[in-house]
Nanobody, 125 residues
């Protein structure tokens, strides 16, 4: 069965960096758009970043643009999220997701076919 397993979360001070990883199995990884979403307590799950099948195109939420970088390694079935200049408002559970999109990517969580279990990121002020 399909599994997406996130890792790399933790506690970091404001201004610090973290690198999240999501290892995929049970699917043809290079056929899927991959994305990161996050969900803070009491809030809806929100789009963070997405990357095309080849990795040639990336997309970001305005709130993380120029601070976060999404990338993928199709040979290792892994997607990454490099997070720099972290802010307390970045605190959330971060999820990776896979979308077998026929067209372009989506920012809607409901469009994604598979999800990981999430990894906690906490940014202290």
């Amino acid at each position: 069965q399909v599994q997406l397993v996130e890792s790399g979360g933790g506690l970091v001070q404001a201004g610090g960096s973290l690198r999240l990883s999501c290892a995929a199995s049970g699917l043809t990884f290079s056929s899927y758009f991959m994305a990161w979403f996050r969900q803070a307590p009491g809030k809806e799950r929100e789009f963070v970043a997405a990357i095309s099948r080849s990795g040639g195109n990336t997309y970001y939420a305005d709130s993380v643009k120029d601070r976060f970088t999404i990338s993928r390694d199709n040979a290792k079935n892994t997607v990454f999220l490099q997070m720099n200049s972290l802010k307390p408002e970045d605190t959330a559970v971060y999820y990776c997701a896979a979308d077998l999109a026929l067209g372009t990517y989506s920012r809607r969580a409901g469009s994604y076919d598979f999800w990981g279990q999430g990894t906690q990121v906490t940014v202290s002020s």
